[in-house]
């Protein structure tokens, strides 16, 4: 099983390290964000502060109220991305199996005697290093646009503990492996270009859009702000913006929110598991 | 009986969608060491054979032993112990020659160390190694046939499948492809199951062959055999259109084993070509018919195709079975989209 696993992953970083392209297109997407919409889309937070009448008399209030405690709209947003890069990165990672159906080179695969186990995990673990990374990547470009005169940039203002970093490494993984595992599942129950690229776009856009990713979360109405605490891009984000903001406008610590995080993914890879096993059973 | 290396097709069934009956009650054995030819027309039923055999399809009835094991109940032990080069190129473009075998090899749970070692003698012997570092999209059409059957060589099988290997291939393409099996078999003494509609290279190459059509076997034997239950040659009279029918004077010439007519043409069985046609040609004009053409045909196994289908093997490749292996195509393809 494990040499199984090791020479399929071994495939799949070869195949990632020889599409420079691929790579180099996936950057691009996160910076443009960085760039254009973070830096375009900006609220002022002060503009609700009113000292005698409100809506907030400080403007800590205002920011709890609007951004949870980020300084900006610009560092709200920058955590948010996170989020966004890690479902939106992973969405290839499906089409890559659809894209090996098609050229036969999954059907070699499937005619050894490797383990289902082995031909999905090489393919998760593979494919999901991208989401991480980018969700890495993005951080650090968002800090470094802090540090460049004219543009808005990621302003941490709470103390980040080495305890808190591994928080944050945490949430990203589980939610790179929690749409990794999906847009995986969906590359193998299907075979077709088109249905899948429907079934991504049927998933992927509700949940941004349900989530607190983008949005400020003042704006954000009632019924919305319920639905999107129970997303899992919202509770990955929420651990990154509770870390690096501090947790005074957040009901719970981001141990709480990585569980429910953690909850998400075992129940989905329990999911994928059945389905895997019984769609590269070795008889059909 | 030794079982190594030997396979035993007993009343395999496949229908698909419970409506398209692709392969209807096959059987036959090959005997270990063996290169055992399948043959048919496109849409015959060869890879949904091949499919069941090779562990990737459950049978809807009959049963498949392989080296001694049911394929059904072991599909694992079997894909270990066999080798199957697909019908479409399955090699990964992105990697290298020896990467494609090293990571196949990994598959079969074979060590880092030892796969090296193993796909760098493989690819010396498939002759592939000026281009064992080249990125296998860069292969031509025929050394891409020589990594895929190193690919399914790479953990040593005792039988591999061949599922139209040299399609697509040019003469010298094909012929070089074959040299490589006839080494194979002679140097290993690995069982060979080869399925095309090459029907000049099962002949060549082949020590029995098996005709199937529209999923039934229709003969079994080896080309000689075949051939020579043809009792000779096979000469072909042509007539004016409108000529009386001469068949019961053919029929009662010396030599004559038997005679097909159809529309202005008769299809005659003989002993000896050359002694027949002189005493044919003088018996038709006798009876006031003009031969108009006369071919004579040592048997081949078109001729041995005809034969037992009552069709030339030629027309069965015409748009007719290119649609029912189109049709073959999608409704596994449907399966699959199951999957």
Redesign the interface.
């Known amino acids: 099983?494990l040499?199984?696993f090791?020479?399929?992953t071994?495939?799949e970083y070869?195949?990632l390290a020889?599409?420079p392209q691929a790579i180099f297109t996936s950057l691009l997407l996160p910076l443009l964000y960085l760039l254009l919409f973070g830096n375009g889309f900006t609220i002022n937070a002060a503009s609700f502060v009113n000292p005698e009448y409100g809506p907030f008399f400080t403007l800590q209030e205002a920011l709890d109220f609007l951004f949870r405690g980020a300084p900006n709209y610009y560092s709200y947003f920058a955590g948010g991305m996170v989020g966004f890069v890690a479902v939106t990165a992973s969405l290839f990672l499906g089409a890559n199996v659809i894209f090996d159906?098609l050229?036969?080179?999954f059907?070699?695969?499937?005619?050894?005697?490797?383990p289902s186990a082995?031909v999905f995990g090489s393919r998760l673990i593979a494919g999901a290093t991208q989401p991480i990374l980018l969700s890495f990547f993005v951080l650090a470009l968002a800090l470094l646009f802090g540090h460049i005169p004219g543009l808005h940039g990621l302003d941490v203002t709470a103390t980040v503990t080495p305890f808190g970093l591994v928080e944050v490494l945490l949430a990203i993984v589980l939610l790179s492996g929690l749409f990794a595992t999906l847009f995986l599942t969906f590359g193998?129950?299907?075979?077709?270009p088109q249905t899948y690229f429907a079934a991504v776009n049927l998933i992927n856009l509700p949940v941004l859009l349900t989530s607190d990713a983008l949005y400020p979360w003042g704006t954000m109405p009632t019924w919305l702000q319920n639905v999107s605490q129970y997303n899992p891009v919202s509770l990955a984000v929420n651990v990154l913006r509770e870390v690096m903001f501090g947790s005074s406008a957040y009901p719970y610590s981001p141990g709480i929110y990585l569980l429910g995080l953690l909850g998400w993914t075992v129940g989905l890879v329990s999911i994928a598991i059945v389905l895997v096993r019984r769609?590269?059973r070795?008889?059909? | 009986m030794e079982q190594r290396g030997r396979i035993v097709a007993e009343n395999l069934v496949k229908v698909y969608n419970g409506q398209v009956r692709a392969v209807d009650g096959v059987s036959f054995e090959v005997n270990a060491g063996e290169v055992f030819g399948f043959l048919g027309p496109n849409g015959a039923g060869k890879t949904t054979t091949v499919s069941m055999l090779s562990a990737g399809l459950r049978p809807t009835s009959g049963r498949a032993v392989i080296d001694g094991l049911e394929v059904s109940q072991n599909p694992e032990e079997v894909k270990r112990r066999i080798g199957v080069i697909f019908q479409e190129s399955t090699a990964d473009g992105d990697l290298t020659g020896l990467e494609n075998l090293e990571v196949a090899a990994g598959c079969y749970g074979i060590s880092a160390s030892e796969a090296r070692s193993r796909a760098r003698t493989l690819i010396e012997q498939m002759q592939l190694g000026d281009a064992a570092d080249r990125y296998a999209k860069t292969y031509s059409g025929g050394m891409r046939r020589r990594l895929e059957l190193a690919v399914g060589l790479v953990h040593r099988p005792r039988v591999i499948f061949l599922d139209e290997p040299t399609l697509g291939l040019d003469p010298q393409g094909r012929a070089g492809f074959w040299g490589f099996i006839q080494k194979l078999r002679k140097d290993i003494g690995m069982t060979v199951f080869v399925t095309t509609h090459y029907l000049d290279e099962a002949d060549e190459m082949c020590d029995r062959i098996a005709i199937i059509d529209h999923g039934k076997i229709v003969a079994t034997g080896s080309p000689n055999d075949l051939k020579d239950g043809l009792g000779g040659d096979v000469v072909t009279l042509k007539t004016h259109a409108g000529a009386s029918e001469i068949t019961t004077i053919l029929q009662a010439l010396p030599g004559v084993h038997a005679i097909q007519h159809s529309n202005d043409s008769y299809r005659a069985k003989v002993q000896s070509g050359e002694t027949f046609v002189p005493l044919a040609v003088e018996a038709a004009t006798r009876a006031g018919v003009g031969i108009t053409g006369v071919t004579v045909k040592r048997p081949s196994l078109d001729e041995v195709f005809l034969e037992f289908t009552g069709r030339e093997f030629r027309e069965e490749e015409g748009p007719n079975a290119t649609d029912r292996a189109v049709m073959m195509q999608r409704v596994r393809g449907q399966l699959q989209g199951r999957r």
């Open positions: 099983m040499r199984e090791v020479a399929l071994r495939r070869l195949k020889r599409n159906k050229f036969g080179i059907k070699r695969t499937r005619g050894t005697p490797a082995a193998i129950l299907l075979d077709v769609a590269l070795p008889l059909e």
